[in-house]
Structures are given as C-alpha cells and as structure tokens.
C-alpha cells in the first residue's frame, strides 16, 4: 500500500525534476539567443573605429537600430527568468488599464488618462515600492515610486512639448506653400532632430500581494496608432514581438471599429503560422447592457469579425470587476454591499477570464514562453540582417554617386579648360595674323620711314597695344565668368545632404544640432567677384609690358640711309623674314607669353577648386555615411555582422539533458 508520504516524495521529486528540466531548457535557450552578441558587437566597434569613433548622420541610423535590436535580444533573454509576459494590447482608450487593474485586484496602472506612446509599463509580483527604468542602451535605474513617477511625468512633458512644437513648425512649413516631397522632408529633419525622443522604454512596478503575479507579469502598453502630430506611433507588431502571451482588448460598445481589425490583420499577415498566444475580450458589456443591446449577440459578432484570428473571446466589464473589487475590500462591509459586490464580480465575467488564462497560458507557460522568446528572437536577428543589408546597399549607392561626381568634374574640368586655353590660342593667331596682313599692305611704305617713325608707326597704327590689351581683357572676363560660373556649379553638386530637398535656410532643426550637411560657402577666391581679377591682374600686368616697345628690336643694326634701306630691303626678302613676318612672330612671340601665363592661371584655378570641391565632397560624405577611403571595410564587417545573425535556435533534447549530466557526473 502507497503511503501519503510516499505520494508526497514522489509529488516532490517530480517537482524537483520538472523545475531542473525547466531551467535547463531555459539555460539552453538563452545561451542559444546571446551567443551572436558578441560578435555582433565587436563588428560594431570595428565599424565605430573606422568611422573615427564620430557618429555619422546616415550610417548610425542603421547602427543604432541594430543596437536597439541587440538590447531587445538581450531584454528577450533576461525575461527568460521572469513570469510569463502577458501584454495587455489593443487600441487607445479601450480600457487597457481598467482591465489590467481589475487583474491586480488593486489600482496600480493610471486610468482615464490619453495612453503613452513612448514606453510600456510592467508590473510584477516584488515587496518594496520601486520602479525599475530600462533604456535604450541596455542601462537600468532604480528609483522609488515617487521619484519615478516625477521623472516619468517630466519625459511626458517634454514629449509634448516638442511634439507640440514641431507640429506648428510642419503647419508653418507647408503654408509657405512647400511642394509635398519637402514637407516630407522637413517632417524627417524634425523628426529625428527635434522630437523629443524618451530614452525610456520601459518601467517595471513593484507590486505586493496581487495573486496573478505569482505566474505572470503585466504588461501595459500604449495605445495602438495612437498619433502624435502625425508623426508618432506605435504598431502592433512593435509590442507582440516582446509578448510570450496577449489578451487584446476590443471594445464592446464600437465591436465593428476598423483600427484593431487592421492591426490584427497587419499582425497576422506578418507570420506564417497563426500565433496561438492570444486571447480576446469584448469590454464594456456594461455599457453595451445599459443600451439595451444583448451581449451574446455583440460577442457572437465579434467572434464572426475576429474568430479567424483569435479562437479565444470572451465578455468582460473590467468597470464592474474593479467596482466589485473597490467595494469588496471597504473595511465594515455590510451584507448588502458584500452581496453587491459579489453581484458586480459575476457580472463583470472577470473569473472566466482568469478561467482562459490558465486554460490557455499557465498549462502551457513554458511552451508557449520558449516558442515565442524563438520567434521574437529570430525576428530581431532577422531584423539585424536586413538593416546591415540595408546599410550596405545605401553605402554602395551613396559611394556610387561619389564616384559620379569625381568624374563629372574631371570631365568638365577638363573639357573647359581645353576650351578656353584653345581660344586663348586662337585669340593669339588671329591677332598675329591681322599684323601681318596690315604690315605687309604698306611693307614699302614702312621701310622708306625713318626708323623712330616706322617703329612708332607699327606700334601705333599697326600693333595698337592698347586695343589688343583690351580684347584680351575681355576674353579673360569672358574666361573667368565660365571658371567660376563650371566651379560654383559643381561646389553645389558637390556636398552630400542628409535632407537634399531642403534649402539651408530651411535647416534649422538638424542644422542646430551640428548633425546637418549644408552647402558650404564658395571662397573668395573662387566666387565670381574675385576671379576675372585675379586671373587680370596677373596675365595683363605682363601682356601689356610685354607688347610695348620690344618691337623696334625687329630693325636694331638696319641702315637709316636711302641706300642702307634699299640694301636691308633686298637682304630682308632675298635671304631672311619679311618685315610683316618679322612683326608677326615677334607680336606671336609676345602673345604667346601672356597665353601661356594666362593658360598656367586657368589651371591654377581649377588646381584650387578641385581642392574646395573635393574637401566638400568628402567631409560631407564621411559625416553622413563614414569615410570613403574605409567603405570597403564598413561594408566588410556589416557583411560579417549580417551572417553573424542567422540564428538557428534548436530544440534541447532528453538526451542532451541526460549526456550533459553523465559528463557532469565524470567531470566531478
């Protein structure tokens, strides 16, 4: 005959067994979900190093995101050790709090207020009366109830304030009548550079003498689409990936309302397989009774609308189970109120809720726990993967468009100054020509002159320096208006911009924050005010010089008497250049030079904003996207990263347990 105390030590091994079991399970989870960490980190740091440890504009978008997924992963493992997670979903204002209270048995989630958007509130069974904040990084803080309570109040303010802010700055924007691709824009800019952005996203709550919390944690999240100015909200798919199981809320008195019916359909079309960790209730069948409506017949629509989704929906007035549970816990209760109350408990249904969850989640906490810490955990690796992708894809494009710029420039580069070096040659010929026609018109004439007067006479009448310095003068302004008109062109295609469609002074968001890209200021002496100047004042000063007075030099050691000339004539045709080739070499010759100074300024020119155009070119591209001499390395350790994060997570087996254990054995 079994005895009770060995019913009792049977009951208590099999305790002891199945909770071994259960730890080694969720050992073997965790170290399955943390063990790409690591790397995954290290890639980072690399990515970080290559970047100067300066955080890019661009690249750490992506970065970031991928640190929020590598903290989410760790939350995932660390809840292992925690109660089944049971979220509270569904869309704002449909008595989330009321509902969560009601399962507490106590008032502990603030009712009757707009739901936060920014964090979710968990509470779990601890004495004491602290809060426990997790943020963005990983980092937690502990503070007492009062103190968080006052520091949360003053995130929420801030939240609204610049929500508030930035929604006038939008509504100003577009009635400056701004096309809708730029308010896009400047919905991005301010987004991300002046909405205040909470570091917190989550608040654990110590709660004392509240039975559920002795197999679950609660979990209070914000309101579904709930939108601030347009620009902020939370989806459903962002909270179920955090949930081992979810009651959502529906509510009773609008059963036909579109909002949840979109975020379940969003939700389920996002996996595969049908999630089996949610139930429903239809709320407020209070006020639906007081309409005079049937309850039965609102759930049974209810069931036709979503039955596809959640098998499990009940009634529920989670109103009437705190009424009951207020009124019941009054100190001198009478009779009457006692049978109130009792009488509000069943009409709230709250027991065949409780009845659900352990039907549905406590039977099954640890299967359903370890499934969906799996799947959330996959879908963060997986998430990881596509934003290295992602990231890769935008580098390479972004490197491609570098590439594109270089060579538009070079090519423009060269094609004008091949251009103007070729009119400033064709300037010299035509101007070395016209001399030697007009001189050999009147060559006769010239070599009857006397000397002085045939010297002052080509000069003069021939030459005409002045004319020739001023034609030259021209050409180079022409010259210097296309350099600059090519340079300033370029100087505006060559920064990168994180917000392209926006002008500079339409920046102001990202601009005061030093993160912002903006066209760079063309200098002095590549704007168009200092250009034909310079390029004048070197050039001319030596032209003009040059083109007076050395032509008398063509006749020096020439006889000036009748028959000195006659014999110079005759020498000059017979065995040498005649005076008309002899004045236009010498005036090719003098041109020549100011071309070749003007020719060697024009590359100088360029010479200097090539290097304007490329330190702007560069150091934009490096401040959003890293520098372009390390890409191929960026894109090296994002590749690495990538594959660091196809996790396959498998199942811990009886053998595992049972090796595992023969090797401890040995080892011991």
Not at 54 to 61: E, F, I, R, V
Not at 263 to 290: F, G
Not at 360 to 379: G, H, W
Not at 394 to 403: Q, S, T, Y
């Amino acid at each position: 005959m079994i005895t009770k105390d060995t019913v009792a030590a049977v009951q208590s091994l099999y305790a002891h067994i199945e909770a071994e079991y259960n730890r080694q399970i969720q050992e073997h989870l965790l170290q399955q979900m943390t063990a790409p960490l690591e790397p995954i980190k290290l890639h980072m740091e690399a990515i970080a190093g290559f970047c100067n440890h300066k955080k890019t504009a661009k690249l750490h978008d992506y970065i970031d995101r991928m640190k929020e997924d590598c903290t989410a992963v760790e939350q995932l493992a660390e809840d292992l050790t925690y109660p089944f997670t049971l979220f509270i979903m569904g869309n704002g204002k449909n008595g989330k709090s009321t509902l969560i209270n009601a399962l507490l048995g106590q008032q502990q989630a603030a009712e009757g207020i707009v739901p936060k958007t920014w964090k979710i509130d968990i509470f779990q069974q601890r004495e004491g009366t602290d809060c426990t904040l997790t943020f963005r990084d990983g980092t937690k803080k502990s503070l007492k109830y009062e103190e968080a309570q006052e520091f949360l109040a003053a995130e929420e303010k801030k939240c609204k304030e610049s929500g508030k802010a930035i929604s006038k700055k939008l509504k100003d924007f577009a009635a400056s009548g701004a096309p809708p691709k730029e308010l896009e824009e400047k919905q991005q800019e301010l987004k991300k550079y002046e909405l205040y952005k909470s570091a917190v996203i989550e608040a654990v709550w110590s709660v004392a003498d509240s039975p559920i919390l002795e197999h679950y944690r609660l979990v209070d999240t914000p309101g579904l689409r709930q939108e601030l100015d347009d620009m902020v909200y939370a989806s459903a798919n962002e909270y179920f990936s955090k949930a081992d199981g979810v009651i959502w809320i529906l509510p009773g008195d609008k059963i036909n309302s579109s909002g949840d019916y979109n975020e379940l359909k969003e939700l389920y079309a996002k996996y595969e397989k049908q999630p089996n960790n949610l139930v429903a209730v239809v709320n407020r069948i209070d006020l639906i009774r007081q309409a005079g409506k049937d309850v039965d017949e609102v759930v049974t629509e209810a069931k036709k609308l979503y039955g596809s989704m959640i098998p499990d929906i009940i009634p529920l007035s989670a109103k009437e189970a705190r009424e009951a549970e207020i009124l019941l816990k009054q100190p001198d209760l009478s009779q009457e109120d006692y049978e109130r109350g009792q009488q509000l408990l069943e009409q709230s249904n709250l027991k065949a809720l409780f009845d659900l969850l352990n039907r549905t989640f406590l039977a099954n906490s640890l299967q359903l726990q370890v499934q969906s810490k799996t799947r959330n955990c996959q879908e963060l690796y997986g998430n990881l993967r596509s934003e290295s992708v992602a990231a890769i894809n935008v580098l390479k494009k972004m490197d491609g468009e570098r590439v594109n710029k270089i060579k538009n420039w070079e090519k423009d580069k060269a094609d004008v100054l091949q251009r103007l070096q070729q009119e400033l040659k064709n300037f010299q010929k035509q101007e070395a020509d016209r001399v030697s026609q007009e001189t050999s018109k009147i060559e006769d004439r010239l070599w009857d002159m006397e000397s002085g007067l045939r010297n002052s006479y080509i000069m003069d009448k021939i030459i005409r320096p002045s004319q020739i310095e001023k034609t030259l003068e021209l050409l180079v302004q022409h010259h210097c208006s296309q350099l600059s008109t090519i340079t300033a062109r370029h100087m505006s295609l060559a920064p990168f911009r994180e917000f392209p469609l926006l002008k500079n002074r339409q920046l102001n968001a990202s601009a005061s924050t030093g993160n912002a890209v903006n066209d760079a200021a063309i200098s002095g002496d590549l704007s168009d005010e200092g250009t034909a100047q310079f390029c004048l004042g070197g050039a001319l000063a030596i032209g003009a010089a040059a083109l007076l007075g050395p032509v008398g030099l063509i006749f020096a050691g020439f006889a000036v008497t009748d028959i000195g000339r006659s014999v110079a004539k005759w020498l000059s045709r017979t065995f040498g250049d005649s005076m008309s080739v002899k004045v236009q070499k010498r005036l090719s010759s003098q041109l020549g030079t100011a071309v070749e100074k003007l020719s060697k300024e024009y590359e100088d020119y360029l010479n200097r904003a090539d290097e304007s155009i490329e330190t702007l070119r560069e150091d934009t591209y490096t401040e959003l996207y890293g520098p372009s001499d390390q890409k191929e390395a960026i894109i090296k350790d994002l590749l690495q990263l990538g594959e660091r994060s196809r996790l396959t997570i498998r199942p811990l087996l009886l053998k595992d347990i049972l090796f595992s254990d023969r090797r401890n054995h040995h080892g011991s």
